[in-house]
């Protein structure tokens, strides 16, 4: 699955010293996390699989 991010989004102030620098890559785990796993109704983590 592909995510349309723009440059404003992984440049924008945020946490750090340098924001752009931590920021951009913290918000790429972020969605790389969301769209690849799910959360369990135990708490744990699965594989979210789609199916075509």
Do not use: Q, W
């Amino acid at each position: 699955m592909t995510v349309a991010v723009s440059v404003f989004d992984l440049v924008s102030i945020g946490i750090g010293p340098s924001s752009s620098h931590t920021v951009g890559p913290m918000r790429a785990a972020r969605m790389f996390v969301v769209v690849k796993y799910k959360e369990t109704a135990r708490g744990g983590l699965a594989v979210n699989i789609i199916e075509c």
